[in-house]
């Protein structure tokens, strides 16, 4: 048998109150991607993080190349060829591209002076480059680059260190359609280069493409491993969550009839001359797929006041509602569930309680003053109700999981009238459990009558919880599919504007 | 809370200490003097908090103090306005400038510290055009013993200035820690994007800190024109807007944005006075003044930060 690369044995690590991680075992072979999937607080981050240094096990061994090690800080972990893609890319973005692959260890010129052997780098971070198959310049400013080319910088940079083992923390979690796919590729093309990748995930349907064996952890223990073979949805959830999920997405009953919202030549300021126009039923999940930067934040934005519309009407049960800031479109019940949950949805460093109220805080005052007692009855009553876990409605945002994050952002809402509910990405970074609660509710609110838009790049999710999908290409909408028609591949001809049966 | 009790701890410390090295400390006339002080000290400062709460910052103040000083010279010398609607107009002025500082700040968008350092250049210069760079003072006019009587009169021996800060810090303290008002400028303080995606008109809540703290430097700025009793232009109240600053660091706001507390502030304010008045009493060099209060505060925020991290890691 041959030697790992890489075998974490028995690793245990407790924090105060909690036991993250218990007897872990983790294996990886020379030129093997292993994909670690597992719902938030099953311990992925901690195993990664003793593996990169940042935390120490309490128990267990490491060995690399059968060579036991012990990996006491960041830089040890690189020296050992351990190179580490975060979920938040740390690249700076007022430097060009190859000072960022050479950040703190610039080759060197001109002795006394310390000079940057410019010249070096570029030619060095091009060949580093043309490896992860990002084609640009070694000097263009990494402002000017895509979420994803950026995080193509990052994995130059751990090339450039000579990496044998990349951990990739939820790569893909802010990425487009064809930006994951192309990822999905540079990391096979990496497997070939014998760089073995350690891939954690959210994206189930990423791991089947991608992964030669699975390893999954539930509770900070060893779950089970599924070999290439073996390796499915069902059987990855089932890990996951020790049991079968069988109602994961909640599709519709019956779909409803009426129209809610009409929406009539809407454009954005990021797409003037692109007017939107589609209606959303009583009842019903309209999906919004598309690449990132087609417009559907834009559009969303724009419905809930906090973008200027340049133009068009917005109709909500026959009445035109004139919105030119969030005001007035939580006046109207129009609310929206954005995409960056850390720093558009709440307030981190606001207790639960606060940020539930906030949008109608003056239900809770007398005379302008607040009464704190009936706010926190409030704020109890929706998080039992949403199933939010947490010491106490005092506790801040800051502290909750992502899951429970969303769930106080959608409480907030909750506690006032919707009629018109948008979610942007409503899932993402969002752990599967969570997940399947927030489409429950999702399904259950549009019961209710609420219409609902979800904007959403987990294909997934598109296709098992919409009711109907508007598709868009560069601000436009490129079709709207029902239901019966929805298929991935229609959906993508769509989303990169090829004409249908042309 | 805990912020509040260590600055707090820190004043107690400080006026035992001085108390045992000079008892003169202690003596009525000293504390008067120094309650006065600290009133008119505390008033503007819990203005400049509240837009320190927002994330703003105001430099203005001590010269905005040098511009209403003059203006209320000449309205009552020259124009022999009636004593209450002069200082009516002085302080409506002061919200006047605020309200433009806001507008500045959230409507063209141009950062705090260069609004207000513009106004610190501006006011200085026209205070000192306006009264001719010549020292204004009220001694001509007669009749308002009473207005006089908020900067130097006492109330059952607590000196005007003081009173008028237990007031209007109890106000602010309800408005502040209490009202709907108070939530959403921490909210905004915290983070303004977000604020707005809750639907709290971020834009008027900035910009009303800003009128808050004009409002409160018109009313520090009338006491301390009569308690000085002359205003000269060049350097009536300069450095005042770093005092306030100071103490509302001092007093646990973060120049960040959303955090910080009136009892803090008006804590941090005494503790300025108290510094002043050691100086005074224990001999140094007065012209080591700011440099013993420059390094109180250094000491005190280093503090605060190690206790920070030390509660952090409990």
Same mark, same amino acid.
């Given at each position: 048998?041959?030697i790992p690369l890489l075998r974490m044995a028995g690793i245990c690590k407790r924090f105060p109150g909690v036991v993250a991680l218990d007897h872990v075992t983790l294996e990886v072979g020379g030129g093997e991607i292993v994909a670690l999937a597992g719902e938030n607080g099953a311990g992925k981050s901690t195993l990664m993080k003793i593996l990169g240094g940042v935390y120490q096990p309490d128990a267990g061994s490491i060995t690399i190349e059968?060579?036991d090690v012990a990996i006491h800080?960041v830089?040890e972990a690189?020296?050992l060829g351990i190179g580490f893609i975060h979920q938040e890319?740390?690249?700076?973005?007022?430097?060009?591209?190859?000072?960022?692959?050479?950040?703190?260890?610039?080759?060197?010129?001109?002795?006394?002076?310390?000079?940057?052997?410019?010249?070096?780098?570029?030619?060095?971070?091009?060949?580093?480059?043309?490896?992860?198959?990002?084609?640009?310049?070694?000097?263009?400013?990494?402002?000017?680059?895509?979420?994803?080319?950026?995080q193509?910088?990052?994995i130059?940079?751990a090339?450039?260190?000579?990496a044998r083992l990349l951990i990739m923390d939820e790569p893909t979690s802010s990425l487009?359609?064809?930006?994951t796919?192309?990822l999905i590729?540079?990391t096979r093309?990496l497997r070939?280069?014998?760089v073995s990748i350690i891939y954690i995930s959210h994206r189930l349907a990423e791991i089947e493409q991608l992964a030669d064996r699975t390893v999954v952890l539930r509770d900070g223990r060893n779950a089970g491993t599924l070999s290439r073979g073996e390796i499915n949805h069902d059987a990855i959830v089932s890990l996951m969550v020790g049991r079968d999920l069988q109602h994961f997405y909640?599709?519709?009953?019956?779909?409803?009839?009426?129209?809610?919202?009409?929406?009539?030549?809407?454009?954005?300021?990021?797409?003037?001359?692109?007017?939107?126009?589609?209606?959303?039923?009583?009842?019903?999940?309209?999906?919004?797929?598309?690449?990132?930067?087609?417009?559907?934040?834009?559009?969303?934005?724009?419905?809930?006041?906090?973008?200027?519309?340049?133009?068009?009407?917005?109709?909500?049960?026959?009445?035109?509602?004139?919105?030119?800031?969030?005001?007035?479109?939580?006046?109207?019940?129009?609310?929206?569930?954005?995409?960056?949950?850390?720093?558009? $949805?709440? &307030?981190?460093?606001?207790?639960?309680?606060?940020?539930? /109220?906030?949008?109608?805080?003056? %239900?809770? =005052?007398? +005379?302008?003053?607040?009464?704190?007692?009936?706010?926190?009855?409030?704020?109890?009553?929706?998080?039992?109700?949403?199933n939010v876990k947490r010491?106490?409605?005092?506790?801040?945002?800051?502290n909750l999981s992502g899951g429970n994050q969303q769930k106080?952002?959608?409480?907030?809402?909750?506690?006032?009238?919707?009629?018109?509910?948008?979610?942007?990405?409503?899932t993402r970074g969002i752990d599967v459990g969570a997940k399947a609660e927030i489409y429950?509710?999702?399904?259950?609110?549009?019961?209710?009558?609420?219409?609902?838009?979800?904007?959403?790049?987990d294909?997934e999710e598109?296709?098992?919880?919409?009711?109907?999908?508007?598709?868009?290409?560069? $601000?436009? &909408?490129?079709?709207?599919?029902?239901?019966?028609?929805? /298929?991935?591949?229609?959906?993508? %001809?769509? =989303?990169? +504007?090829?004409?249908?049966?042309? | 809370?805990?912020?509040?009790?260590?600055?707090?701890?820190?004043?107690?410390?400080?006026?035992?200490?001085?108390?045992?090295?000079?008892?003169?400390?202690?003596?009525?006339?000293?504390?008067?003097?120094?309650?006065?002080?600290?009133?008119?000290?505390?008033?503007?400062?819990?203005?400049?908090?509240?837009?320190?709460?927002?994330?703003?910052?105001?430099?203005?103040?001590?010269?905005?103090?040098?511009?209403?000083?003059?203006?209320?010279?000449?309205?009552?010398?020259?124009?022999?306005?009636?004593?209450?609607?002069?200082?009516?107009?002085?302080?409506?002025?002061?919200?006047?400038?605020?309200?433009?500082?806001?507008?500045?700040?959230?409507?063209?968008?141009?950062?705090?510290?260069?609004?207000?350092?513009?106004?610190?250049?501006?006011?200085?210069?026209?205070?000192?055009?306006?009264?001719?760079?010549?020292?204004?003072?009220?001694?001509?006019?007669?009749?308002?013993?009473?207005?006089?009587?908020?900067?130097?009169?006492?109330?059952?021996?607590?000196?005007?200035?003081?009173?008028?800060?237990?007031?209007?810090?109890?106000?602010?303290?309800?408005?502040?820690?209490?009202?709907?008002?108070?939530?959403?400028?921490?909210?905004?303080?915290?983070?303004?994007?977000?604020?707005?995606?809750?639907?709290?008109?971020?834009?008027?809540?900035?910009?009303?800190?800003?009128?808050?703290?004009?409002?409160?430097?018109?009313?520090?700025?009338?006491?301390?024109?009569?308690?000085?009793?002359?205003?000269?232009?060049?350097?009536?109240?300069?450095?005042?807007?770093?005092?306030?600053?100071?103490?509302?660091?001092?007093?646990?706001?973060?120049?960040?944005?959303?955090?910080?507390?009136?009892?803090?502030?008006?804590?941090?304010?005494?503790?300025?006075?108290?510094?002043?008045?050691?100086?005074?009493?224990?001999?140094?060099?007065?012209?080591?003044?700011?440099?013993?209060?420059?390094?109180?505060?250094?000491?005190?925020?280093?503090?605060?930060?190690?206790?920070?991290?030390?509660?952090?890691?409990?």
């Amino acid at each position: 048998m041959t030697i790992p690369l890489l075998r974490m044995a028995g690793i245990c690590k407790r924090f105060p109150g909690v036991v993250a991680l218990d007897h872990v075992t983790l294996e990886v072979g020379g030129g093997e991607i292993v994909a670690l999937a597992g719902e938030n607080g099953a311990g992925k981050s901690t195993l990664m993080k003793i593996l990169g240094g940042v935390y120490q096990p309490d128990a267990g061994s490491i060995t690399i190349e059968g060579r036991d090690v012990a990996i006491h800080s960041v830089s040890e972990a690189i020296g050992l060829g351990i190179g580490f893609i975060h979920q938040e890319l740390n690249v700076f973005d007022n430097l060009d591209v190859s000072e960022n692959v050479f950040l703190g260890r610039e080759p060197l010129w001109g002795a006394p002076l310390r000079l940057v052997d410019r010249q070096k780098i570029r030619s060095q971070t091009e060949v580093l480059l043309r490896r992860v198959g990002l084609s640009v310049p070694a000097d263009t400013p990494l402002r000017k680059l895509s979420l994803a080319q950026r995080q193509m910088v990052e994995i130059a940079k751990a090339l450039s260190l000579n990496a044998r083992l990349l951990i990739m923390d939820e790569p893909t979690s802010s990425l487009t359609l064809t930006e994951t796919a192309r990822l999905i590729e540079v990391t096979r093309e990496l497997r070939t280069q014998g760089v073995s990748i350690i891939y954690i995930s959210h994206r189930l349907a990423e791991i089947e493409q991608l992964a030669d064996r699975t390893v999954v952890l539930r509770d900070g223990r060893n779950a089970g491993t599924l070999s290439r073979g073996e390796i499915n949805h069902d059987a990855i959830v089932s890990l996951m969550v020790g049991r079968d999920l069988q109602h994961f997405y909640v599709p519709p009953e019956t779909a409803g009839q009426t129209d809610r919202v009409q929406v009539r030549n809407l454009r954005t300021r990021r797409y003037p001359a692109q007017p939107a126009s589609f209606t959303v039923r009583k009842g019903e999940i309209l999906g919004f797929a598309g690449l990132v930067g087609a417009g559907r934040s834009e559009l969303a934005q724009t419905m809930f006041g906090v973008d200027r519309a340049v133009g068009g009407d917005i109709v909500l049960d026959n009445q035109p509602l004139k919105i030119s800031s969030a005001r007035d479109a939580i006046k109207h019940g129009v609310y929206l569930v954005p995409e960056d949950r850390r720093n558009t $949805g709440l &307030i981190l460093e606001l207790s639960i309680c606060e940020n539930i /109220t906030l949008p109608d805080l003056s %239900r809770y =005052a007398r +005379a302008g003053l607040v009464a704190r007692d009936a706010e926190q009855k409030r704020a109890n009553e929706m998080c039992d109700k949403l199933n939010v876990k947490r010491p106490s409605v005092g506790t801040r945002a800051a502290n909750l999981s992502g899951g429970n994050q969303q769930k106080v952002v959608l409480a907030k809402w909750l506690s006032l009238n919707p009629k018109l509910l948008i979610f942007d990405e409503p899932t993402r970074g969002i752990d599967v459990g969570a997940k399947a609660e927030i489409y429950q509710l999702m399904r259950s609110l549009a019961n209710e009558g609420v219409a609902i838009m979800m904007i959403s790049s987990d294909m997934e999710e598109i296709l098992g919880e919409s009711d109907r999908v508007a598709v868009m290409h560069e $601000g436009a &909408i490129t079709g709207i599919l029902e239901r019966a028609h929805c /298929t991935e591949e229609a959906i993508m %001809r769509l =989303a990169v +504007a090829i004409p249908r049966a042309a | 809370m805990r912020k509040e009790l260590g600055i707090f701890a820190l004043l107690v410390v400080l006026c035992i200490v001085v108390a045992i090295l000079n008892p003169r400390f202690l003596a009525p006339a000293n504390l008067q003097n120094m309650a006065r002080l600290i009133g008119m000290y505390g008033i503007f400062s819990i203005g400049i908090g509240m837009v320190i709460i927002t994330g703003g910052i105001d430099l203005s103040v001590g010269s905005v103090f040098a511009l209403l000083g003059v203006i209320l010279s000449i309205m009552l010398t020259q124009w022999a306005l009636p004593g209450a609607l002069a200082v009516l107009a002085v302080v409506a002025i002061a919200s006047g400038l605020g309200l433009l500082h806001g507008l500045l700040v959230t409507r063209v968008r141009i950062q705090p510290f260069i609004v207000t350092l513009c106004g610190l250049l501006f006011y200085r210069g026209l205070a000192r055009f306006i009264a001719g760079d010549e020292t204004k003072g009220f001694g001509s006019a007669g009749g308002f013993e009473k207005l006089q009587n908020l900067a130097t009169g006492s109330l059952f021996h607590v000196p005007m200035p003081f009173v008028l800060m237990i007031v209007i810090g109890a106000v602010m303290w309800v408005v502040l820690h209490r009202s709907v008002y108070g939530r959403y400028l921490f909210a905004v303080g915290r983070n303004e994007e977000a604020a707005r995606y809750s639907g709290i008109n971020s834009r008027r809540i900035i910009a009303s800190a800003y009128v808050l703290s004009g409002l409160m430097a018109g009313i520090a700025g009338v006491v301390l024109a009569f308690y000085t009793n002359s205003i000269s232009p060049s350097s009536h109240g300069s450095f005042y807007e770093l005092y306030g600053i100071a103490a509302a660091v001092l007093g646990g706001c973060s120049l960040r944005g959303g955090e910080g507390s009136i009892i803090g502030i008006v804590i941090g304010a005494a503790l300025l006075q108290v510094l002043q008045n050691l100086v005074n009493l224990l001999g140094i060099p007065s012209s080591l003044n700011f440099a013993v209060m420059g390094a109180v505060i250094l000491i005190g925020v280093i503090a605060d930060q190690v206790f920070e991290r030390r509660a952090a890691k409990a």
